[in-house]
C-alpha cells in the first residue's frame, strides 16, 4: 500500500523500470543529477573552461580580485543552462531560529536588463554583481550596531562556500557587515575563528614534526533530528503554527516509553517516507550528501544525516535542508516541526555538531594514527587533545551560551540531552593512556584497543567493536577521530556554536606554541595542563544525579539558566578571548547578547501571546459547551499571563527582560498549562477544538491511503 499519490510518484521517480526491465549492476545512472545545482568540481570545471579558465581558480580567494568577471560568465551560463535567469547573496541574519523561514536573508534579482536602444532583454550578471551586494543592515537584528540613520549592510561574497541553484535562482553565500565592518550575520565570526585555528595550529603543528603550507580546517557533521506531524492537524493548533511546539497538551495514552519507534522500518503506509525520500532528491541535486535517515525515538520524530565536510559548507548546506525539509512536507500532506521540544513528555529534537581539525591533505588532528604518522612525534596526539581538554575546561561557559536557544530551555538533562553541565567523555583506553603521559608514567603512541564478540554461533562469526562504549550523556564525548558536541539544539544555525568551538582551540593552541617558542618542553606543557585540568573529564553517566552534583563540587561550569549562559557573552573573560582571536570585538559581543536575549524574549512573548488566544478562543468555549472544566481558573490564567507580559515590557534592559521571561515560561507558564491540560481531561472529544498529542504523533496508526492506491 502507497500512501499517497505524491508517494507513488516519488518511487517513480526514484527508480524508472523497477517495476519492470533490469537495471544494470552497480548503476549510478538514477544519480546522475547529484551535485547538477551547486558551482563547484566538474559542474565549475565545465563552464570556466568555455572562458579560458577551470575551477582550479576558485581554491585561492583572489579569484574575486583576478577572475571575477570570469567567474560570472561561466556562472551565468550555468545558470541558464538550468533554467535559473536570477541571483541573490544568500546571508544569515542572526536571532533567525524558530521565527525566519529558511533562517536566510537575500533580495533576488534577475540576470537581465533591458537595451535601451532596441527595447530588447539581455543578461546581464558581472564580477562586480557576483562578489558584492549592499542592504538595509538596520531591519535585521542588530543590537544597536546599525539605526535608520545609519543603516548601511553590505554583502561579500564567501569563496569558502559553494554556489548553490534552486529553482530559477543561484545563490551566493556572503558575510554580512556594517559600513564599519561589524558583524551583522552568523557567518562572519564562525570565519574569522576559521582563521584563528588555522593560524595558530598551524604555528603549533611546527613545532611537534608537522609542516603545514595551507593552513587548517574545522571538519563538521550535523545530524538534523525534525517530527512530522499531519498537516491538518497542524492546522488544529495555533500554537504549533506560530511558534513551532505545543504550549498545552495532554499527553497521549502512548508515548515512547516502549522504544518502539526508534530504528523502528519506515512505513509506506505513511507519507513519512516518501516526503524523506523526496527531500533527500532534493539535497542530493545540490551537492548535499544526506546520506542517511531513520526513525528517531519519539513517535513521529525523524532523523537525517549528512556526510561531513568543511564547517561553513556544513552549516550553509544545513540551513537548506533544514529549509527544504519545511517546504516538502506540505506536498505531502505533512507539517515538519524544526524546535526543540514541541511536544511535551516525549524526546526533543537536537542537532549533534561532530568536530574535527585537519590539514589540507586530510591529517585528521584528533585522529592518533594520523597524527603520529604525519609528525613521527608519539606526543604530539596527547599535547594537542590537552589544549582540546584545556580550552573546554577554561570556556564551557561560552559552550553552554553558544546551545542557549530558546528551545534547548526543555531539552537540556532532559534524559534525552546532556545535562548543562560541560564535561567531556574520553573513554577508558583515551583517559588511562593520557593519565599516564600526564604523570609520567609511559610513553609511545596510543594504541586504541579493540574486542572480539563471540555470540556462540555458528552463522554469525566472531567480530571485532572497539574497545570503547558510546556514552550518550555526554554533552562532548570523543569519538575516536572528533568530539560530538551533543547538545546542540535541532533548530539551531551552528555558527556560533563552532565559532566558539574554533576560538577557544586557537587560543591553547596560541597558548602552546608561545610557550614553545620561549623554550618550554611540549610534553611538560601538555603534563602541566592535563594537571590542571582534569577534572573536566568524566566518563559516567552525566543523568545521575548524584554525578551531577560531582561534577557542580569539581568546579565544572554548569550553567542551567539559557537567559544566563547567553549573559556569559560579556563576560570580561570571553571578551577579552574574542578580541585576542581577532573573533569578535567587545561591542560586537555586547551587541550579540542583547540580540540572544531579545531573541529569548520574543520567542517567549508569543507564546504567552498565543497561549492566550488559545485560552479565550478554544479552552474556554469548550468547557462552556460540555459544562465542565477549570473556567474560573482559565480565566485567571489569562490575568495573570498578561500581568507576566507586562512586567517584561516595563524592564529597562534586554538582559533583565529575559530574566523576567524565563521566569513566565518556566514558572508561570508551565503551571497554566497544567489547569488547561485538566480541562482538555474533562471536555468530551467532540468539543474540544484543538487537535491533540494523539491526533498529532500517530502517523501510523492513524493514516490511511487513498482509495486508488489500493489497487
Known amino acids: 500500500m502507497i500512501a499517497s499519490v505524491a508517494a507513488a510518484r516519488s518511487l517513480l521517480r526514484r527508480a524508472p523500470g523497477a517495476f519492470g526491465g533490469v537495471r544494470s549492476m552497480a548503476s549510478l545512472s538514477m544519480y546522475e543529477d547529484y551535485g547538477k545545482h551547486v558551482?563547484?568540481?566538474?559542474?565549475?570545471?565545465?563552464?570556466?573552461?568555455?572562458?579560458?579558465?577551470?575551477?582550479?581558480?576558485?581554491?585561492?580567494?583572489?579569484w574575486t580580485k583576478t577572475h571575477a568577471d570570469v567567474v560570472a560568465n561561466a556562472v551565468l551560463d550555468w545558470a541558464v543552462d538550468n533554467g535559473a535567469n536570477t541571483y541573490c547573496h544568500w546571508f544569515q541574519p542572526m536571532a533567525s531560529s524558530g521565527v525566519r523561514h529558511g533562517q536566510t536573508g537575500q533580495v533576488q534579482n534577475?540576470?537581465?536588463?533591458?537595451?535601451?536602444?532596441?527595447?530588447?532583454?539581455?543578461?546581464?550578471?558581472?564580477?562586480?554583481?557576483?562578489?558584492?551586494?549592499?542592504?538595509?543592515?538596520?531591519?535585521?537584528?542588530?543590537?544597536?550596531?546599525?539605526?535608520?540613520?545609519?543603516?548601511?549592510?553590505?554583502?561579500?561574497?564567501?569563496?569558502?562556500?559553494?554556489?548553490?541553484?534552486?529553482?530559477?535562482?543561484?545563490?551566493?553565500?556572503?558575510?554580512?557587515?556594517?559600513?564599519?565592518?561589524?558583524?551583522?550575520d552568523e557567518k562572519t565570526p564562525l570565519l574569522r575563528a576559521?582563521?584563528?585555528?588555522?593560524?595558530?595550529?598551524?604555528?603549533?603543528?611546527?613545532?611537534?614534526?608537522?609542516?603545514?603550507?595551507?593552513?587548517?580546517?574545522?571538519?563538521?557533521?550535523?545530524?538534523?533530528?525534525?517530527?512530522?506531524?499531519?498537516?491538518?492537524e497542524f492546522y488544529r493548533r495555533p500554537d504549533l503554527q506560530l511558534t513551532g511546539r505545543t504550549v498545552i497538551g495532554r499527553n497521549a495514552p502512548r508515548g515512547q516509553e516502549m522504544c518502539d519507534h526508534y530504528m523502528a522500518p519506515l512505513s509506506s503506509a505513511t507519507a513519512a517516507l516518501a516526503c524523506m525520500q523526496e527531500i533527500q532528491e532534493e539535497c542530493w541535486k545540490m551537492g548535499i550528501p544526506l546520506k542517511t535517515r531513520h526513525r528517531e525515538v519519539a513517535p513521529n520524530q525523524f532523523e537525517f544525516a549528512p556526510l561531513f565536510g568543511s564547517n561553513t559548507t556544513q552549516i550553509d548546506q544545513n540551513l537548506w535542508v533544514m529549509q527544504i525539509i519545511e517546504e516538502v512536507a506540505p506536498r505531502h500532506g505533512l507539517a515538519a516541526l524544526l524546535q526543540e521540544k514541541p511536544f511535551n513528555d516525549v524526546n526533543g529534537s537536537g542537532k549533534h555538531n561532530n568536530w574535527s581539525i585537519a590539514t589540507p591533505d586530510g591529517v585528521n588532528l584528533l585522529n592518533p594514527h594520523n597524527?603520529?604518522?604525519?609528525?613521527?612525534?608519539?606526543?604530539?596526539?596527547?599535547?594537542?587533545?590537552?589544549?582540546?581538554?584545556?580550552?573546554?575546561?577554561?570556556?564551557?561557559?561560552?559552550?553552554?551560551?553558544?546551545?542557549a536557544s530558546p528551545g534547548n530551555d526543555f531539552r537540556l538533562g532532559a534524559c534525552e540531552a546532556p545535562p548543562a553541565i560541560v564535561s567531556t567523555y574520553l573513554g577508558d583506553d583515551m583517559t588511562f593512556f593520557l593519565e599516564h603521559f600526564k604523570d609520567g608514567k609511559g610513553k609511545g603512541a596510543y594504541k586504541p584497543g579493540v574486542k572480539t564478540l563471540d555470540l556462540g554461533t555458528r552463522e554469525v562469526m566472531p567480530f571485532e567493536v572497539p574497545a570503547e562504549d558510546r556514552n550518550r550523556t555526554s554533552p562532548f564525548p570523543y569519538g575516536g577521530a572528533r568530539f560530538e558536541f551533543r547538545a546542540v539544539g535541532s533548530s539551531q544555525n551552528v555558527s556560533m556554536v563552532n565559532t566558539v568551538l574554533n576560538t577557544i582551540t586557537a587560543e591553547k593552541f596560541a597558548e602552546f606554541a608561545d610557550r614553545i617558542e620561549a623554550g618550554e618542553s611540549p610534553a611538560h606543557i601538555a603534563?602541566?595542563?592535563?594537571?590542571?585540568?582534569?577534572?573536566?573529564?568524566?566518563?559516567?553517566?552525566?543523568?545521575?544525579?548524584?554525578?551531577?552534583?560531582?561534577?557542580?563540587?569539581?568546579?565544572?561550569?554548569?550553567?542551567?539558566?539559557?537567559?544566563?549562559?547567553?549573559?556569559?557573552?560579556?563576560?570580561?573573560?570571553?571578551?577579552?578571548?574574542?578580541?585576542?582571536?581577532?573573533?569578535?570585538?567587545?561591542?560586537?559581543?555586547m551587541a550579540r547578547s542583547d540580540i540572544m536575549h531579545d531573541h529569548y524574549t520574543g520567542t517567549v512573548e508569543m507564546e504567552a501571546l498565543v497561549l492566550i488566544d488559545m485560552i479565550n478562543g478554544h479552552i474556554v468555549p469548550s468547557c462552556k459547551a460540555g459544562e465542565v472544566g477549570p473556567i474560573a481558573e482559565l480565566h485567571e490564567a489569562v490575568t495573570t499571563l498578561k500581568s507576566g507580559l507586562a512586567a517584561i515590557h516595563a524592564a529597562e534592559t534586554c538582559y533583565e527582560k529575559a530574566q523576567l521571561a524565563r521566569v513566565l515560561r518556566l514558572e508561570t507558564m508551565i503551571d497554566i498549562r497544567v489547569t488547561c491540560d485538566a480541562a482538555e481531561e474533562v471536555v468530551p472529544a467532540n468539543l474540544w477544538t484543538l487537535a491533540t498529542y494523539k491526533e498529532l504523533l500517530f502517523l501510523d496508526s492513524h493514516s490511511d491511503a487513498p482509495a486508488e492506491m489500493y489497487e
Open 39 to 62: 558551482f563547484t568540481g566538474t559542474v565549475a570545471d565545465t563552464y570556466l573552461k568555455k572562458h579560458g579558465a577551470d575551477a582550479s581558480i576558485l581554491k585561492d580567494p583572489s
Open 110 to 184: 534577475m540576470m537581465m536588463k533591458f537595451n535601451n536602444d532596441t527595447n530588447e532583454v539581455e543578461f546581464d550578471f558581472k564580477g562586480k554583481d557576483l562578489i558584492k551586494g549592499e542592504t538595509d543592515g538596520s531591519s535585521y537584528p542588530n543590537g544597536g550596531l546599525r539605526a535608520t540613520h545609519t543603516a548601511g549592510g553590505y554583502l561579500a561574497l564567501d569563496t569558502s562556500s559553494p554556489i548553490f541553484l534552486r529553482g530559477d535562482t543561484i545563490f551566493v553565500p556572503s558575510a554580512f557587515v556594517s559600513y564599519y565592518g561589524a558583524a551583522l
Open 371 to 403: 597524527v603520529l604518522d604525519a609528525t613521527g612525534n608519539d606526543d604530539a596526539f596527547p599535547i594537542i587533545m590537552a589544549a582540546v581538554v584545556a580550552a573546554l575546561d577554561e570556556h564551557g561557559d561560552l559552550l553552554r551560551m553558544s546551545i
Open 194 to 232: 576559521n582563521a584563528a585555528l588555522s593560524k595558530q595550529g598551524t604555528r603549533l603543528l611546527k613545532h611537534l614534526g608537522l609542516e603545514v603550507k595551507d593552513g587548517l580546517r574545522a571538519n563538521i557533521g550535523l545530524e538534523q533530528e525534525m517530527f512530522l506531524v499531519p498537516r491538518e
Open 527 to 589: 603534563q602541566e595542563t592535563l594537571k590542571k585540568h582534569w577534572k573536566v573529564i568524566f566518563n559516567g553517566d552525566n543523568y545521575c544525579a548524584d554525578a551531577q552534583q560531582e561534577l557542580t563540587d569539581r568546579g565544572i561550569w554548569r550553567i542551567d539558566s539559557g537567559v544566563e549562559a547567553i549573559h556569559r557573552l560579556t563576560a570580561d573573560k570571553n571578551i577579552a578571548l574574542f578580541e585576542k582571536m581577532n573573533v569578535l570585538t567587545k561591542e560586537e559581543c
